[in-house]
């Protein structure tokens, strides 16, 4: 089953459900103390809990920076824990494609949502 993480109306990441749900628990967890709120929203969005759908296409500018700070976080700690933190550790190279291709899509969520911003 994939996972389904809408950013806006265009932005839209779906991997493998087995991408998806160590993707958002790593996020979740990067993400600051103070954002109990969209931790919960990640983690409810596994596939596990709700079938794997994130809707993000409402959030504020800060929680998109946050989450694109916390997609960098994960990469790095993919990228330190290499193959072993998959279970099958013969897709981590397709894992760490995937979170790449998020991070882009979370840098053109946040440059959309400053441009609007900006021309108001």
Partial sequence: MAGTFELTEEICWMPPGWF?????RSMAAFLPNHMTELRLTLLDSLTEV??????LRNESLENLMSLRLAARDTQ???E?????SLVVSDAFDGLRLSVIELIGMLEKAVAER????QNR
């Avoid at 400053?114 to 911003?117: D, H, Q, V």
Wanted: aromatic share 14%.
């Fill in 114 to 117: 400053l441009s609007a911003k």
């Fill in 80 to 84: 330190k824990e290499g193959p072993v």
């Fill in 76 to 78: 790095a700690a993919f």
């Fill in 50 to 55: 709700n079938g794997g759908y994130c809707d």
């Fill in 20 to 24: 998806y749900d160590p993707v958002l």
